[in-house]
């Protein structure tokens, strides 16, 4: 049997690194921590090869002596706390004191500061076990760079994700920390492109804009005794299948699956089961009732008291329903569920005197219409899905075969929303296949000059920025991706047909291969026979 020893520092300091610095966004996440808890006005996000060969974040905040910049790469160095008491009730974002040492550990650092007051500041260059230091020239602030990230550790960069996917998450995580701290000037480029750049001391609906573009959104400011939740939620129709969702407390960001579960819920029935809300929230709290000590990379937190969950939900539900979505949804038919509709004690339409031939809009969501054998009821937005999706399906291959594609007359310009820019590149890709011709510009802005001829005369702006929230890797002419286009080009709940456009939408439904689902499985029509509604 093998004798127990003490590990050695390094083999210490490698394990560490392993619960602080799992990829390149949590190397940009530590120390952008560093760069807001010395005040800084201005922190600059520069990456090579998606933070892999180079991530370099540069601040102007307080800086550092020459003893603190020979000692900060140390384990356990901190300036945050002293003695155990410290903990609790902790206000900066860092302070276990393993960032930079588990950086150390896993890539080549360079850290470079100049205190406030100073005039030089000094440098450390730390690779391996080896650190060379000195004085630099430099403006008052903190200069970290990290090179060669994992290189020493190959199996680390093996399970590691693609450039593209690392690249988002890094501009996730920094918008994440904007968001709560707009006072902040915050600015990314990867590769020499730049991919974010803010305003200093905006408000904080101007910094949610300037990332997701300009929609509809609420205002929470709630409070309860000491208890707060202030920020934005957006409305039903801006719900997606993928996940912008953003929570703080006390301006410390976190990652709460229960917490974003908990403002779902408040939703209720107005969202899909598979959508998400948008929300930017952040939660006040006393300091001293939170434990920021439960996780190595500091993304959540324990509340000491109080059910957060229910006083999260509570605030999010009081908002909705002072905003009276409830009722206005419902009179809308947003939410069209034909099971639910037919388990219904009230039905709300009636048929006498309708000729067989005749078809009826109900509630604008259904087609309703008697047929030969008794009642059929046709859910307008999944029949049109699924017309859609058979009629992308041979345009897509018609296209691969004849390159049927028309020319516009003057090309739609799409505006991304910052947060979109960096999955410009794949959403390219892949229409391009499907016939697109498209160019983007250094802003951001996308031009569509060619489109297949059964897009022509579609809403093009509104297809592409819905496209861009999907929620699966784009990357080739695939049933997901036909689905997606059909279901955001469908005819919608709400939309008022005339008789003759439903008898064209039925006569459609009815040629399709599979007139009965939709693309997603969805039922598109059910019948009530005759001899069943005897025995109501």
Known sequence: MKTIHILPQDIVSHIAAGQV???????VKELIENALDAHAQHIHVELHNGGYNVIRVIDDGDGMSKEDVEACFLPHATSKIAAVEDIVGIRSLGFRGEAL???AA???LTVSSRQKGTVKGWKVEVTGKKHESGPVGMPEGTHVTVERLFQNMPGRLTGLPAVAKEVRVIVDVVIHFALFHTDVHFDVVHDGKRLVHTALHQTPLERLMDFFGTFPVLHIDYQDDHFGLEGYIGLPEQARPVQYQYCAVNSRPISDPEIRSSVKKAYGTLLDHKDQPFFALNISYPHEYLDVNIDPQKKKVTFMRDNILERIHAAVTDKLEKAHLHQKHLSQGIDPHTQELLRSEVI???????QKTDIIQVEKCYLAWQGEDGLYLVDQHAAHERILYEQFSKAAQHIREKRAVVKLQKPVTVSLPIVELSRLDSLINTVSTLGFSLKKSKTGELYITHVPILFKDRDLKGLFIELLHNPFEIDSVTHQTLTYMSCRSALKAGESLTKKEARSL????????NPYTCPHGRPTMVSIITEACTHV
């Open 21 to 27: 610095i799992e990829r390149p966004s949590s190397v």
């Open 506 to 513: 039925i006569k459609k439904l009815l040629t399709c291969q």
């Open 348 to 354: 709300p339409w009636m048929l006498e005197n309708v």
């Open 106 to 108: 896993v890539g080549s």
């Open 101 to 103: 040492s588990s950086i």
